[in-house]
């Protein structure tokens, strides 16, 4: 009867809890972060099995730990992901699992507002996860000293000021000011104190300037307006500009380089990681047609503000605003401030100051600024046919005009081409033939992708040292495979014999399945591989996971069971323990049927004994005396190894048998049945009361803690022969990698290959009338002025991301796309490189630059933020290259008849390999 009242009302807290999660999130409410691992263990607890005939574990106390730094007070640890690291739960569903299970530590609720993303502008609402640390610091009297201080995106800049007044004991009588500092040598003053956090667009380790005014009433330092040079400080025109020459310490000096500014060589301030977004905009910005169309104003006539696709107009004009200003000749450089807040109120994947992709930006900008300037004021209904056996030019004209009748701006103009697309069923060899626009190719690299996962191995054997090695596996391979390659360095242990572990703060973070992907192992994991018996299913064998423990006194004892029963619903309220796991968990298979405790002793005993064990000459009843007594110190041994028993203390009490006798020597460890975490306790298994009957454990769901006291860890436990481990050679082995030439021909060829359509993305066949994996080929038609060309670098995941830094050679003037457009009516195809989007160094850490070839003067400049410096066209070919811009020879591009001065290198696509190949390399 108990049993089902306790399913009841866990069926109801389980519907409670999810109802509560599908609420619509609403500005100014409260949501907390929660541990996904305590939350999995939650559900599992609240779900049990469909007959309610053994129910997991119960999770025991909140603990949020996992996702908490270290620091005080604890931060959450940056770069986590919903639903691998942490769910969403409103104040309500928290409310109620605290009042429930309790949490660890008071630093466990992670509270976090939901906000308008990017401020008060916004209409997408948002949970804000981050909040945005501010260096704040005052001048004059602050001394020099910076402080730090996290703000939410929806706090008023009012904040910020009184959080510098109280640090710094500025009276609220005396008259302040506060700036916000870009780069060296220029700040912008920020007057409307009402205005939000995110309006302001302040961004992570922005610094925030309170001046003082002089008792004069004048301020320290006028604002002015810089001077600009080539390649030092000067902003837009309309916000003040500070000029810090002699501002203190706080401030870095004014050195500018006077000379005037020429058209178009004008860098962006990077806003806070905005560095991927400067460089699209000096791609575009150094795009001849679009530039000259923007700079005469023609696209006045053109917005279209009642466009349902477009922005109102809005990201034209800030688009168009940005151009000018960089081809004023104005400025050395721009603060693109207005253009990011409109874009962020549009997009609101822009609107923070994480590091973004810059191709993402740019489809996103190519097309928000067609939808602006369409000149198609209604747009008619237009449904795709296919060809149906109909000759190509007639087809394709068809669908260019239909695509023309709905679109039609300069985007269309200049940047969409047209694919001829074929699809043919496997099955009834239906072919499908349509075309369809595109702005740009994204094309794949074609190069092997592996990666190398540094694992440990632990065998059965338990005189056996772990393995430390490094595996070499597909990127795309699953943890079968991963085993496979584990077995091939081992070499004696089949790979189904290995159980696949995450394990972290001396417990199992996860366990894997076997056809789960290694993308799912991140760099940070610690993978442990352990060695199972062979089949444990048919064997009828349980795998059950083992920690170890040091139990400090006093000790809450949880409520005992012998668990002689197979069915056990625990209480809600098991106890914490004053417990701290240690060392590396194990894996042990015991049968199904249950387990004696005195083979489950000697199964435990064996497992740790080559780091666990009495010291030669040691006396177990003068151990276990001292530890009952609290009379023994670490340090009280004699020379033979044994404890010294001081003269107060007492012979330690044997346990009695059932028959009275005193039987059961005593233990340098218990057992007790704990949770996922190993930090709450479930139920003791009582060696008296176990006696000789069967321990019995569920599979996935029975965790054993070995809770061995602090006396006799420290006289039983060497901790260097627990961490000691033998390193494979491939952990020494230097892993080459190997080198490959790869042309943008042979991205584009791949781009281009017949290819079978995956599970998850059929085709609908219309004569089979069912979805089918269709094979699919793309061929090119017709080709734009400008061709966008991105090489897929990036390959993402839920829980893996990766960059490839292959070297691509492509061609600086001469690209030949002859061989690939199959119009027969198409004329001109060969194209010059005008610009480059680069990106460096990792995904969340990269930087991205640009190399663009500017309109007036033919020659080639880098851009990197506010710096702008000329290059030469051999520098412009790098593994950095990430987004190619060529634009058709023939229409007003310069045609070398001669290597240029600032050293023009070209190469077509039909002309074969490099020499450069032999310096290019593949990234595994």
Known sequence: MTADIEDNGLDSEKSLIESLMQRNVVVGDVWYLIDVKWFNQWEQFVRGAPDRSDRVFNPGPIDNSG?????????LVKHTIEHKDWKLLPREAWNHLVERYGVKDKHTAIARNAICNGGTISTNVKIEIYKIPLRLSCEPSGDGNTFTEEFS????????????????????????????????GASEIMKNLEQTVGDASLFQG????????????????????????????????????FNTRSMGSSYSDYSGNRQTSRPGICGLSNLGNTCFMNSALQCLSNTPPLCEYLVAGRHCSEINRDNPLGMQGKIAEAFCDLIKQLWSGNYSYFIPRNFKLQVGKFAPQFSGYQQQDSQELLAFLLDGIHEDLNRIKRKPYMETRDADGRPDHVVADEAWRSHKLRNDSVVVDIFHGMFKSTLVCPECSKVSITFDPFCYLSVPLPVKKERIIDVHFIGNNPDRLP????????????????????????????????????????RFHKVFGNEELVSTIVDKDTIFIYEIPADVEASDMVVVPVYLRERNPPRVPPRSSSLRSSS????????ITNTELFGQPLLIAVPSAGIPYSRLEELVANKLSRFFRLPPGADLHAVVAGVANGDVDTDDFDEDGRVVVRENSQPAAMETGEDGSGSLPPQLFTFTLVNSYGNSDISTIDRKEAGSEPIVFHSGRSYLAVDITATVKNVCYSQTEGERVDRHESVTTVH?????T??????????????????HDPWFCPKCKRHQQASKKFDLWDLPEVLVVHLKRFSYSRYWRDKLDTTVEFPVTDLDMSGYVINPRQKGCIYDLI????????????HYTAYSKNRMDQCWYHFDDTSVSKADSESVVSKAAYVLFYRLRGNGTHTPDAPSSNGDSSETLQGGSSDAGSDMETSD
């Open 67 to 75: 996702i908490l730094t270290d620091s005080d007070p604890p931060r």
């Open 206 to 241: 922005n610094q925030v300037i309170m001046e003082i005014q002089n008792a004069d009433g004048s301020w320290p330092k006028p604002p002015i307006k810089a001077s600009v040079g080539l390649t030092t400080a000067t902003c837009a025109p309309g916000p003040s500009v």
């Open 467 to 506: 393995m430390q090695l490094k595996v070499v596996v597909a990127k795309a391979g699953s943890i079968r495979d991963l085993c496979e390659a584990v077995s091939r360095c081992v070499g004696d242990i089949p790979a189904k014999q290995l159980c696949v572990t995450d394990v972290y703060n001396h």
């Open 742 to 759: 790869i042309r943008l021909k042979d991205c584009i060829e791949l781009f281009l290959h017949k290819e079978k359509l995956g599970v």
């Open 568 to 575: 056990y619903y625990p209480s809600p309220s098991s106890s």
């Open 736 to 740: 080459e990698k190997k080198k490959q």
């Open 835 to 846: 610009g480059v989007s680069n990106h460096y160094g990792g995904l969340g850490g990269g």
């Open 153 to 184: 995106a929806c706090d008023k800049l009012s904040a910020i000021s009184e959080s510098i007044r109280s640090h710094f004991s500025v009276a609220p009588t005396v008259k302040t000011r506060l700036w916000q500092k870009y780069t060296a």
